[in-house]
């Protein structure tokens, strides 16, 4: 329904690619990002799509340079419009973060400081980047509150966080990852928290920034009604991988993968109303060393002795629309046939 | 029809004590004092036996505290609660422990509701042992039997709650509740913190065991998707009042009061793709200070001058549709 940008989308500003983050624990080595790669152009929207603990949060941490020990980057390569930024130092990375890269996590207060009254924050944030005065500085903090439908932004601004509702500091941690229009905001489930009705209010903003500053977003989520609403293109991730990948319209109607098939048929709307939902047997497994295969083949009805060994992410093949089957990608033995997804 | 459960003119006052943080901002000069909220204000609500009633609204428009009230855990600040349709304050200690008993509550947080110190078969055995509801040396084989229903092994039984994933914390929560066979249950955002794959196993076992015990629930969620799927009538309330009641399919189809629609058109849908969402419009109201006359007026495209000013009654609009908007009662002007 919405215009698409009209912006270059030649080059993806950022290109992920053979990503692996490691975590060493008493008794072994738990791989949450274990192979990620993706890629977003500006102005476009991904969404990274998962259950708890399939490693979506730190596929974000990852790239923003957040792991700390004892976790740690170990493979891979993150381009930000064709330069290298896996391994920067620690004043590199704080240079980018915030003025090319943001982060929107879940919880506002890893962005809030709760004794800063928001003026302060807000200006701070784009003093560290730009040598602009207090003034100017502080008009852009009441144009990015209004864009996030905070009134009476003069009044605001003199608050603390404490002074907002959950919601209302969420909003404040959006308008701080807009302040200074970064090339890529990677936004980590943040409005699960609220209503619809501010969702929706939210995703509007975050559909006109990227659209107007051909801003590329990641939106991090386990709710693929949300995607299809807003997304581009959608990741879905599972044990740490990227298990399928494709336009929104390429997953969600000629889903390939049993793992997406079997989230997609546990919402209740594509189950006849009051009738048993169709669930996906068992749980995800631990990441825990985990061992080669498919990580979904205990909990797959097509699983055979095949996908004791690793799928590669691979074109799905006889797709109906030949000019995109490249981007639509599957990891699995036994993709499914588009047409009979339900 | 006789309700099993019913609340009448019921409302709820708490004091809103200051928080850490707001300490903290007293410290810098914020001058913060405590403040009444009307956490629910005036509600009425009767729940036939059997009913699924759906309630849904906005983060703080009082959903667990309606919730609380009905099971007891909550006084009423006024009003009256009917069980079987006797007045609770009227009962003798009794019948009010037996009435206690047949109503119960699962609460929103899986985490925070269970002891952790305490193994699964006290968790789940501990009440019904001490309501004389299984003899002490039946307890293992009776929680044994509760794990089995709620599709836990029953090996389960001696260990911790951190031990145990979102999902099966919910369970044993609903084996715990089962434990002094309810009549009515609150359901409190019981799927909420779940992935869809183990929300869908969780809502599975409450339809199944809905059948199984001719339960009734008072099922409050945020996720329209999930009332629709579950729930026999809706309830949607807006800072602590009840805006609409309607039957599932009617207020799905043709939403009456202009929050309802709000709701549900912006509820994300797997077949709407690239929506244009509605930007933002008026601010959320803290239900600290809410507005006058009809709470929400500054977010209602149909408001008038008269929407500011009075209250609007919550009234029949069809055969068991009732909603609360001017718009039905002679127009905002
Ligand atoms: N310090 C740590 N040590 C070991 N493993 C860790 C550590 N921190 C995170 N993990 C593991 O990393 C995995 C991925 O976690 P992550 O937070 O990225 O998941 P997620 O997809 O964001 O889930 P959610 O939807 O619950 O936020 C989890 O399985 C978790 O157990
Ligand atoms: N024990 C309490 N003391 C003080 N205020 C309270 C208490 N319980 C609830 N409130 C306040 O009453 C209002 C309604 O809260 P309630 O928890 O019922 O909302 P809710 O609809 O369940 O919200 P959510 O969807 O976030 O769970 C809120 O403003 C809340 O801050
Ligand atoms: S009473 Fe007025 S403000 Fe309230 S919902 Fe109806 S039209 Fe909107
Ligand atoms: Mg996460
Ligand atoms: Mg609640």
Same mark, same amino acid.
């Given at each position: 329904m919405s215009q698409q940008p009209a912006l270059s989308t030649a080059t993806p500003v950022l290109q992920v690619s053979g990503l692996e983050t490691h975590f060493a624990a008493r008794n072994g080595i738990v791989k949450p990002v274990n192979g990620v790669s993706f890629s977003v152009s500006r102005g476009k929207i991904m969404g990274l799509v998962g259950e708890s603990g399939s490693g979506k949060s730190m596929t974000g941490y990852s790239i923003m340079g957040l792991i700390d020990a004892p976790g740690k980057v170990v493979g891979g390569s993150i381009l930000l419009d064709g330069r290298e930024v896996r391994g920067l130092d620690a004043e590199s990375l704080r240079a980018l973060r915030g003025n090319r890269i943001a982060m929107i996590f879940q919880d506002p207060m890893m962005t809030l400081n709760p004794v800063l009254r928001i003026d302060t924050q807000m200006v701070e944030a784009i003093q560290a980047h730009e040598d602009v005065g207090r003034h100017a500085a502080l008009d852009r903090c009441r144009a990015a509150l209004a864009q996030v439908g905070i009134a009476s932004p003069d009044q605001r601004l003199k608050s603390y966080p404490h002074q907002f509702s959950g919601g209302? !500091? /969420?909003?404040?941690?959006?308008?701080?990852?807009?302040?200074?229009?970064? %090339?890529?905001?990677?936004?980590?489930?943040?409005?699960?928290?609220?209503?619809?009705?501010?969702?929706?209010?939210?995703?509007?903003?975050?559909?006109?920034?990227?659209?107007?500053?051909?801003?590329?977003?990641?939106?991090?989520?386990?709710?693929?009604?949300?995607?299809?609403?807003?997304?581009?293109?959608?990741?879905?991730?599972?044990?740490? !991988?990227?298990?399928?990948?494709?336009?929104? %319209?390429?997953?969600?109607?000629?889903?390939?993968?049993?793992?997406?098939?079997?989230?997609?048929?546990?919402?209740?709307?594509?189950?006849?109303?009051? /009738?048993?939902?169709?669930?996906i047997p068992g749980m995800t497994p631990s990441l825990l060393n985990l061992a080669p295969g498919c990580p979904f083949r205990e909990r797959c009805a097509h699983a055979t002795r095949e996908c004791l060994e690793d799928p590669l992410l691979e074109p799905v093949l006889g797709h109906p629309t030949d000019a995109a089957s490249a981007a639509h990608q599957v990891s699995c033995h036994h993709p499914l046939q588009t047409g009979i997804s339900t | 029809?006789?309700?099993?459960?019913?609340?009448? +003119?019921?409302?709820?006052?708490?004091?809103? *004590?200051?928080?850490?943080?707001?300490?903290?901002? =007293?410290?810098? +000069?914020?001058?913060?004092?405590?403040?009444?909220?009307?956490?629910?204000?005036?509600?009425?609500?009767?729940?036939?036996? @059997?009913?699924?009633? @759906?309630?849904?609204?906005?983060?703080?428009?009082?959903?667990?505290?309606? +919730?609380? #009230?009905?099971?007891? $855990?909550?006084?009423?600040?006024? @009003?009256?609660?009917?069980?079987?349709?006797?007045?609770?304050?009227?009962?003798?200690?009794?019948?009010?422990?037996?009435?206690?008993? +047949?109503?119960? #509550?699962?609460?929103?947080?899986?985490?925070?509701?269970? =002891?952790? *110190?305490?193994?699964?078969?006290?968790?789940?055995?501990?009440?019904?042992?001490?309501? @004389?509801?299984?003899?002490?040396?039946?307890?293992?084989?009776?929680?044994?039997?509760?794990?089995?229903?709620?599709?836990?092994?029953d090996g389960f039984a001696r260990r911790f709650p951190h031990q145990f994933s979102g999902g099966q914390r919910a369970r044993i929560g609903i084996a715990r509740a089962l434990a002094v066979k309810p009549e009515f249950i609150?359901?409190?955002?019981?799927?909420?913190?779940?992935?869809?794959?183990?929300?869908?196993?969780? $809502? =599975?076992?409450?339809?199944?065991? *809905?059948?199984?015990?001719?339960?009734?629930?008072?099922?409050?969620?945020h996720d329209l998707g999930v009332v629709r799927h579950l729930a026999d009538r809706v309830v949607i309330m807006y800072l602590g009042r009840i805006v609409e009641i309607a039957p599932t399919d009617a207020i799905y189809a043709d939403p009456n009061h202009p929050y309802t629609r709000a709701l549900l058109s912006e509820v994300p849908d797997l077949t709407k793709r690239r929506r244009a969402y509605i930007p933002i419009r008026g601010e959320i109201p803290s239900p600290l200070n809410p507005p006058g006359g009809c709470h929400f007026h500054p977010r209602c495209e149909h408001a008038g001058p008269r929407c500011a000013v009075e209250q609007p009654a919550l009234r029949e609009v069809a055969q068991g549709r009732l909603a609360a908007c001017h718009l039905n009662d002679g127009g905002t002007g």
């Open positions: 209302m !500091r /969420q909003r404040v941690a959006i308008a701080i990852a807009i302040l200074l229009k970064p %090339d890529v905001i990677i936004a980590d489930e943040p409005t699960t928290a609220l209503d619809v009705t501010i969702q929706g209010q939210i995703l509007a903003e975050m559909q006109k920034l990227c659209r107007e500053s051909g801003t590329a977003l990641i939106w991090i989520t386990h709710d693929l009604s949300v995607i299809a609403g807003l997304a581009d293109q959608v990741c879905v991730m599972y044990a740490g !991988r990227i298990v399928e990948r494709g336009s929104v %319209d390429d997953v969600l109607d000629s889903t390939a993968h049993p793992y997406t098939l079997g989230l997609l048929n546990s919402v209740p709307s594509r189950n006849p109303r009051g /009738q048993r939902l169709r669930q | 029809m006789s309700a099993l459960l019913e609340i009448r +003119g019921a409302s709820k006052r708490f004091v809103k *004590r200051l928080d850490a943080a707001a300490k903290i901002g =007293n410290l810098f +000069g914020a001058g913060l004092r405590e403040e009444v909220v009307h956490a629910v204000d005036k509600v009425s609500l009767a729940i036939a036996p @059997g009913e699924v009633v @759906g309630l849904v609204g906005e983060s703080g428009c009082g959903k667990s505290t309606l +919730g609380r #009230m009905a099971v007891g $855990l909550h006084s009423l600040t006024e @009003g009256v609660r009917l069980y079987k349709g006797r007045d609770m304050a009227s009962l003798s200690a009794q019948e009010t422990k037996a009435a206690q008993l +047949g109503v119960q #509550m699962i609460f929103q947080d899986p985490y925070a509701s269970l =002891n952790p *110190r305490m193994r699964v078969d006290d968790i789940i055995g501990e009440a019904p042992v001490v309501h @004389g509801i299984v003899p002490a040396r039946q307890k293992s084989d009776y929680v044994a039997d509760l794990l089995t229903q709620v599709g836990l092994d609150v359901c409190d955002e019981a799927v909420a913190a779940l992935d869809v794959s183990i929300q869908a196993q969780v $809502l =599975n076992l409450f339809m199944d065991l *809905r059948e199984r015990f001719h339960l009734t629930y008072l099922f409050i969620s």
